[in-house]
């Protein structure tokens, strides 16, 4: 059975820095491309960044261009969002996702095979 497991979330205050981490249990990790999505009470799960299997491609959604970066190690199947000058509305529980067909990028969850339990980011103001 697939497993991702996210971490590094926590309570922060606005300008600050988090970086989350999510690791699969499947060595075939390296084929699949990587997302995280967020989702925020009362609110659809949103599209936040995509990585390609080789980390060489990334996508991200206007909101975060230039204070995100996602990227990962496959020797450690391991996918990171680095989160940097949080504001408030960066405020959701953070998903890793995985779509196991080969560099496709796409931002609607329900193109996503396997997905994390989650890890929550608050920012406060």
């Known amino acids: 059975q697939v497993r991702l497991v996210e971490s590094g979330g926590g309570l922060v205050q606005t300008g600050d820095s988090l970086r989350l981490s999510c690791v699969a249990s499947?060595?075939?990790?390296?084929?699949?491309?990587m997302a995280w999505f967020r989702q925020s009470p009362g609110k659809d799960r949103e599209f936040v960044a995509t990585i390609s299997t080789s980390g060489g491609s990334m996508y991200y959604t206007d909101a975060v261009k230039g204070r995100f970066t996602i990227s990962r190690d496959n020797a450690k199947n391991t996918v990171y969002l680095q989160m940097n000058s949080l504001k408030p509305e960066d405020t959701a529980l953070y998903y890793c996702a995985a779509d196991t067909n080969w560099d496709r990028f796409p931002s609607h969850p329900a193109e996503y095979d396997y997905w994390g339990q989650g890890t929550q980011v608050t920012v406060s103001s």
């Open positions: 499947e060595r075939s990790f390296s084929t699949w491309s």
